[in-house]
C-alpha cells in the first residue's frame, strides 16, 4: 500500500500565477481533504472531497478551489498566488463511516507539498 | 468553533527520560476524538496516538501515553524512555464525532539530548 501520495513535492510560483497540487489518497479510502500548514504553524483545514463533490470549508477564499476524481484522487487549485500563499500543502485521506469506529476516525497523510511563490 | 491551544513552542528532553506535552482544547460537543500526530523533518504527519472522548480510560501505545481530562478539557501526551528518534514537530488534533475535519495546535518542538 502506497499511503497517500502527493506531486509535486516541491514547486515556485510567481505572484499571479496559478497552481495544481495533486493527492492520491490511501487505498479504500474515498475522503480527501486538503490542509495549509504555513512555517512554524499548524495544518489550517481548507476544505473536504467526498464522492466527488465539495463537502466541508475552511476559511479560505475562492481562490482556492478543488476537486476530486472517480478513483477519489484529489487536485488542489490556487489562482492568483500571493506571497502568503507560501506554505506546505497536506493531502488526508479518510474512510466516509456511517457508524463511527474509532479505528476509522484517524486521517493518513502525504508527506505535502511545499508551495513557494516568489 | 473548535480550537486547539498547545502551549509549549518547545521542549528538551534527555534520552531515556520522560516528557509531557500539554494540549488543551474548546468544543461545545459531546462525541469528538483526540490525536497527537508526529511530524518529523521529513513533513509526513504519523499517528502517534488517539482518545475517544467517551472513553474514560486513558490511551496508551508502547512508550506514549495520554493524559486525558475531558472536564479540564485537556489532552497532554507523555512519551516515557525517550529516543533519539521521538525529535520531532509534535501536534495535538481534534477531530469531532460528526464531521472529518481536523483542527490543530499550532505543535510543540521536541528535542531529544543524547
Known amino acids: 500500500d502506497a499511503g497517500v501520495t502527493q506531486s509535486p513535492t516541491h514547486l515556485i510560483k510567481t505572484r499571479g500565477q496559478q497552481v495544481t497540487l495533486r493527492c492520491s489518497p490511501k487505498s479504500g479510502h474515498d475522503t480527501v481533504s486538503w490542509y495549509q500548514q504555513a512555517l512554524g504553524q499548524g495544518p489550517q483545514f481548507i476544505f473536504q472531497?467526498?464522492?466527488?463533490?465539495?463537502?466541508q470549508r475552511g476559511n479560505f477564499p475562492d481562490r482556492f478551489s478543488g476537486h476530486q476524481f472517480p478513483n477519489y484522487s484529489s487536485e488542489l487549485n490556487v489562482n492568483a498566488l500571493l506571497l502568503g500563499d507560501s506554505a506546505l500543502y497536506l493531502c488526508a485521506s479518510s474512510q466516509n463511516v456511517i457508524v463511527q469506529d474509532a479505528t476509522n476516525t484517524e486521517a493518513f497523510f502525504g508527506q505535502g507539498t511545499r508551495l513557494t511563490v516568489v | 468553533a473548535q480550537t486547539v491551544t498547545q502551549s509549549q513552542p518547545e521542549m528538551s528532553v534527555q534520552e531515556a527520560e520522560t516528557v509531557t506535552l500539554s494540549c488543551t482544547y474548546d468544543t461545545s460537543e459531546s462525541d469528538y476524538y483526540l490525536f497527537w500526530y508526529k511530524q518529523p523533518p521529513s513533513r509526513q504527519m504519523i499517528l502517534v496516538i488517539r482518545?475517544?472522548?467517551?472513553?474514560?480510560q486513558n490511551a496508551t501505545e508502547n512508550r506514549f501515553s495520554v493524559n486525558f481530562q475531558k472536564a479540564a478539557k485537556s489532552f497532554s501526551l507523555k512519551i516515557s524512555d525517550s529516543q533519539l528518534g521521538d525529535a520531532a514537530m509534535y501536534f495535538c488534533?481534534?477531530?469531532?464525532?460528526?464531521?472529518?475535519?481536523?483542527?490543530f495546535g499550532s505543535g510543540t518542538k521536541l528535542n531529544v539530548k543524547p
Open positions: 472531497y467526498y464522492e466527488e463533490e465539495e463537502r
Open positions: 482518545q475517544e472522548a467517551y472513553k474514560q
Open positions: 488534533a481534534y477531530r469531532s464525532g460528526v464531521f472529518n475535519k481536523f483542527y
